[in-house]
């Protein structure tokens, strides 16, 4: 079982900065893409930023030039610095991960328990 951690979250002004942290853990996995997702209240959760094995970044249209997604030479971490932040981005922010098991033969989607991000105004 692959396990997903996010750290970094907290409150900040708007037009700050923050840097999200998440690490994937486990064994016998290869990972194909990690991403992040934030859901605020009453809302669906919604793809943020994505960033495939090949390096391949993807971003929703609402944080391009604002937030950049990047992973570790190890590729088994992926960080979001966020910067210009909008009230509008205040969310719980979810890392997502994606991969193949090898201990049990098979694709997996794994999920970190987020981190809360609160942009005042």
């Known amino acids: 079982q692959v396990q997903v951690l996010e750290s970094g979250g907290g409150l900040v002004q708007a037009g700050g900065s923050l840097r999200l942290s998440c690490a994937a853990s486990g064994r016998n996995f290869r990972i194909n893409s990690m991403g992040w997702y934030r859901q605020a209240p009453g809302r669906q959760r919604e793809l943020v930023a994505t960033?495939?094995?090949?390096?391949?970044?993807n971003y929703a249209e609402s944080v391009k030039g604002r937030f950049t997604i990047s992973r570790d030479n190890a590729k088994t971490a992926v960080y979001l610095q966020m910067n210009s932040l909008k009230p509008e981005d205040t969310a719980v922010y979810y890392c997502n991960v994606l991969g193949n098991d090898w201990g049990i033969g098979r694709p997996f989607v794994s999920w970190g328990p987020g981190t809360q991000v609160t942009v005042s105004s």
């Open positions: 960033i495939t094995s090949g390096g391949s970044t």
